[in-house]
């Protein structure tokens, strides 16, 4: 009976515990740290504020669902170069999100073409939340 | 006298053959040869082809490769910019098998603004209606065409255009 329960207790802190750790990410980890030096305030990322980045529009009328498409589960296409961009969400591509430097790279670039300026540390650990939150 | 006709053709192709060479080829404009290196760089590669074809460093002179690689932050219309380590790598790269046939001193940005490749795709030669097709979409697409391009090869008896 007791070891019945045990697994019991097992499998439910395991139901819990798997989402979590699906969601684990070192780079997202790293803006939380970064987050929390910049500003003594600061709570949480929030992935509905990083959703309404992802569509948001900048003075070139462009966002990140220009080449991204509307999903970032989906494969997209450079707007000028017509060149295929694998998904963003780790969910469909777990490669994304794995590499610092890499994603810091792009932050730069895309938040300077698609915003017109540098995106927060703020506003990438919110989009970092939403794109691992896509299932 | 009389000379014989020989003579007369000899110098007309004698005159015709040192105008040519005087105005050099594509007013001092090509491409270099090869417009590949054998030995490829993995940064230059990667990097590059990020968002479009790495194109063969031989399309351009050094010059060009040296001011484009100064303004990756607005190449083009698009912040493409490089750690300074990368942007070092990929410029020397770029500079040291830049082309070997380029003699005049101009540094055009854009591949499609040198004279051997305005030559090479005349209107006479290709319907100007082919670069608006979404399978081509702009002059820089090369892949479109010359399905070679990432390895150097722009065979002319290769080019397929699509529809």
């Not at chain 1, 669902?65 to 017509?82: E, F, L, M, Q, V």
């Not at chain 1, 073409?113 to 989009?127: I, M, P, V, W």
């Not at chain 2, 790495?54 to 399309?59: E, M, R, V």
């Not at chain 2, 591949?111 to 082919?130: L, M, Q, Y």
Request: charged letters at 20%; one cysteine or more; aromatic letters at 8%.
């Amino acid at each position: 009976m007791k070891f019945q329960r045990h697994i019991a207790t097992l499998f439910t802190s395991l139901a819990f515990a798997l989402p979590l750790v699906a969601n684990a990410n070192a780079v997202l980890d790293d803006y939380k740290t970064q987050a929390k030096t910049e500003n003594p305030a600061f709570k949480d990322f929030s992935a509905a504020a990083g959703q309404r980045l992802y569509s948001t529009q900048g003075p070139n009328q462009l966002s990140c669902s220009s080449c991204h498409t509307d999903s970032p589960k989906n494969a997209g296409k450079h707007a000028k170069t017509n060149k295929a961009i694998d998904p963003m969400a780790p969910s469909v591509n777990p490669q994304r999100f794995t590499d610092a430097t890499k994603v810091e790279k792009w932050f730069k670039r895309n938040c300077n073409d698609a915003l017109g300026r540098a995106c927060t540390t703020q506003e990438k650990g919110d989009f970092l939340t939403y794109l691992l939150s896509v299932k | 006298m009389q000379r014989h006709p020989l003579w007369t053709l000899a110098a007309v192709f004698t005159l015709t053959l040192s105008s040519l060479s005087a105005q050099a080829k594509y007013n001092g404009e090509d491409r270099g040869r090869p417009v590949m290196p054998a030995q490829s760089n993995a940064k230059w590669q990667a990097e590059c082809s990020g968002c479009h074809l790495a194109f063969p460093p031989g399309l351009l002179p050094a010059p060009s490769w040296q001011k484009l690689m100064g303004g990756l932050d607005k190449h083009f219309g698009t912040d493409a910019s490089l750690s300074p380590a990368d942007t070092k790598e990929i410029t020397d790269f770029l500079v040291r098998n830049a082309s070997n046939r380029w003699t005049a001193s101009t540094a055009p940005l854009k591949i499609t603004d040198s004279e051997w490749f305005k030559t090479k795709h005349r209107a006479g030669e290709i319907n100007p209606a082919v670069w608006k097709r979404e399978s081509v979409k702009s002059q820089s697409n090369c892949m479109a065409c010359h399905r070679g391009a990432d390895k150097g090869e722009f065979d002319e008896d290769t080019v397929r255009i699509p529809k």
